[in-house]
């Protein structure tokens, strides 16, 4: 499987700031994701990262909030804007080959 | 809607076999994939049944059951480091996009000496 370097791996921010986060895989994917979870819970897929187009977001998620961008098939960027308290979390991206998904090692974003 | 069931909390002990069950209302449906997600680390791929029966690897075994949309994760000969959090997940393919995947909400797995 192929092997993703996310960074940064966490990080404390300022509300009202913006954090950008970036994904690198070791080949080619056809499909990257970008997850959110909770300590103790499961995976909340934010959105899909579309090669060369805009990304597609699952409920609750809008690319004001979370502009992603995927210029090539081996990067992703996934940015957390105007942050507040409530986007403290960890954030993971994911490469999906078929139905077999790895991830990144994750990104602890806490907001103060 | 998609949605998987499985306990949120399993406990054994050192040299047990534990069964980790996973049911499933899906539609369109692919397969069944686990991972296995340690405190403060990422999930990590286990296997994916995309047909009935029993998938072996090492210690672990998947098996699925597309009739009884069920499915399970067999570990055995437990060993203190697999306490670990383990997550079904279905891939799923909604009109014009790829397969995502939908997650179960996660099986705390606690192995005791």
């Known amino acids: 499987s192929a092997v993703i370097s996310q960074k940064p791996s966490r990080d404390i921010c300022q509300r009202g700031t913006s954090l950008t986060i970036q994904c690198q895989v070791d080949?080619?994917?056809?499909?990257m994701f970008w997850y959110r979870q909770q300590p103790g819970q499961s995976l909340t897929l934010i959105a899909t990262?579309?090669?060369?187009?805009?990304?597609?977001?699952e409920s609750g998620f809008v690319i004001d909030k979370f502009p992603i961008s995927r210029p090539n098939l081996t990067f992703s960027t996934l940015t957390v804007s105007n942050m507040s308290p409530e986007d403290s979390s960890i954030y993971l991206c994911?490469?999906?080959?078929?139905?077999?998904?790895?991830f990144g090692q994750g990104t602890r974003l806490t907001v103060v | 809607g998609q949605s998987l069931e499985q306990p949120s909390e399993v406990t054994a002990v050192e040299g047990a076999i534990v069964q980790i069950n996973c049911t499933y209302q899906?539609?369109?449906?692919?397969?069944l994939s686990w991972y296995q997600q340690h405190d403060g680390g990422a999930p990590t791929f286990l296997s994916y049944?995309?047909l009935d029966g029993l998938e072996e690897t090492g210690r672990f075994s998947s098996f699925l059951s597309r009739s009884d949309s069920y499915g399970y994760l067999l570990l055995q000969e437990l060993q203190m480091k697999d306490s670990a959090s383990y997550f079904c997940?279905?891939?799923?393919?909604?009109?014009?996009?790829?397969?995502?995947?939908?997650w179960g909400l996660g099986t705390s797995l606690a192995v005791n000496p």
């Open positions: 899906t539609s369109g449906f692919y397969g």
């Open positions: 990262a579309n090669q060369g187009s805009e990304a597609t977001y």
């Open positions: 997940a279905v891939p799923y393919s909604n009109a014009g996009n790829n397969r995502k995947l939908i």
């Open positions: 080949s080619q994917v056809t499909m």
């Open positions: 994911s490469g999906q080959v078929d139905t077999e998904a790895f």
């Open positions: 049944n995309g």
